[in-house]
């Protein structure tokens, strides 16, 4: 059995859907659906079971799970880079991390878990996935250091020759649309253009960056599941990876790719950053690629106009926010 913890999430259910498509329907969802609107990612996929997350930890920790585990996809967490409950973030993205991967190690379980690129900080370190770099890391907000307290631990211990962690970039794509304020500016942008017919970005407080010249390392989610199934595949290949393209764009050409997929004439306008996020501002994100290529990774990502134009043309415009199989 495959167990995907954050299962009705973004990335997890399109992870389900990427596996569902081989035929591959063993599967157990954890998650924690409350009263979000992403049980609306399970819909369409096929699995075995559902499970609270805290049921399923506790059946862990009671060695009682009544069927075998052959991997674990741990995508679980809160991923709110806004959250402020220190303690929350810590619990949920960091203890439960450690004692998952704690029993999958013992167990020889295969472990593949979602870590982040908010490790990074403001970029001052750059953004190689060098263990060393890794190790001296500051992240700026909270989400982002419960992700390295976790990547810490595994690396501290010497467990990154056990399991296999993913560094994701500015992911985009289907199945994002339950994450409110944290969805993608391509899903924003599109509500945005559909209500008023033009796009808002940030203005730039850095006089080397224009408005919206702010520059991020956009992957698109299909991509991003399109790696996870060659690390299930390659069970042999450990370590801390970024997953990103390896190349930074703007959101003015974020927006223009919108745009362009909407068919329409490109309008923006650039309004004041709040000053509560502008002295934590990332400026700028690219992901180093070189690790996971050496691993034997030959993953192709699309390029920032083709993921978005199979998104917005393929699902946004005709009302679809789901990875569906076909009927």
């Given amino acids: 059995m495959i167990v995907v913890t954050g299962g009705a999430g973004f990335i997890g ?10 035929g591959i329907e063993d ?25 609270h997350k805290d049921t399923f930890l506790s059946m ?11 991997a674990v996809i741990h995508m679980g967490a809160c991923s709110s880079t806004t959250e402020r409950d220190a303690d929350y973030l810590m619990e949920n993205n960091y203890r439960y991390s450690r004692r998952l991967a704690e029993w999958a190690i013992t167990k020889g379980i295969r472990f593949i ?29 909270m989400y982002g250091y419960s992700k390295q307290r976790f990547d810490l631990w595994v690396l501290q211990g010497g467990f990154e020759k056990h ?52 520059q991020r390392d956009f992957v698109y989610v299909k991509d991003c599941v399109e790696v996870m199934r060659w690390l299930l595949e390659h069970r042999a290949v450990m370590g801390i990876f970024n997953l990103g393209t390896g190349r930074s ?55 920032l106009e ?6 917005v043309e393929g699902y946004l415009l005709n009302g679809e926010q789901t990875l569906a199989l076909p009927e």
Avoid at 37 to 46: G, S, T
Avoid at 60 to 70: A, G
Avoid at 119 to 126: L, S, V
């Fill in 13 to 22: 259910s399109a992870f389900i859907w990427r596996l569902n498509r081989e």
């Fill in 27 to 51: 599967i157990v969802v954890v998650d924690r659906l409350g009263s979000t609107e992403k049980w609306k990612n399970l819909v369409p996929l096929r699995y075995a079971d559902y499970f």
């Fill in 60 to 70: 862990v920790m009671d060695d009682s799970l009544p069927f075998s585990v052959d």
């Fill in 113 to 141: 878990y979602a870590s982040s690129a908010a490790t990074y900080g403001d970029g001052a370190r750059g953004f190689s996935d060098d263990d060393g770099t890794s190790m001296a890391l500051r992240p700026v907000n």
């Fill in 163 to 214: 399991v296999a962690g993913l560094k994701f970039f500015n992911v985009y794509g289907p199945n994002e649309h339950h994450k409110r304020e944290m969805r993608s500016v391509v899903h924003k942008s599109f509500g945005q253009i559909v209500e008023r017919g033009r796009v808002r970005l940030f203005k730039s407080h850095r006089p080397e960056f224009e408005d919206g010249g702010q």
């Fill in 249 to 303: 764009r703007t959101w003015n050409d974020l927006a223009g790719a919108v745009f362009n997929a909407m068919h329409r004439t490109p309008e923006i306008e650039y309004i004041a950053m709040p000053e509560s996020i502008q002295a934590h501002y990332q400026y700028f994100t690219e992901a180093r690629m070189e690790k996971l290529k050496t691993a034997g990774c030959d993953i192709r990502f699309s390029s």
């Fill in 306 to 311: 083709e993921g978005i134009a199979d998104y």
